[in-house]
């Protein structure tokens, strides 16, 4: 699990099993709401193995994103408040 005493610009890792290991851009991806191959530039599309864009490119794409589900949110409240 990740917690705040991660470094800044560091990836996102998760613990399992004894070890820490970095979460995939996909992962990164779903979390955030997106479909997968959501942050390729390569034109892979959803076929993210497929993918030659750099890690550090859609790590950086999902940081500066919002959630989906949290934009979802704000737009049924801006619409229940009209």
Do not use: F, K
């Not at 705040?4 to 709401?33: K, Q």
């Not at 500066?64 to 009209?82: C, D, F, L, P």
């Amino acid at each position: 699990v990740a917690g705040p005493s991660r470094a800044r610009g560091a990836p996102p890792a998760i613990v399992g099993h004894g070890a820490v290991r970095r979460l995939l851009p996909v992962e990164c991806e779903r979390l955030m709401g997106w479909p997968d191959g959501h942050t390729c530039l390569c034109g892979a599309g959803a076929s993210w193995r497929a993918c030659r864009c750099p890690d550090s490119s859609r790590y950086r794409v999902c940081g500066n994103g919002v959630v989906t589900g949290v934009v979802e949110w704000i737009r049924a409240q801006v619409a229940s408040a009209s």
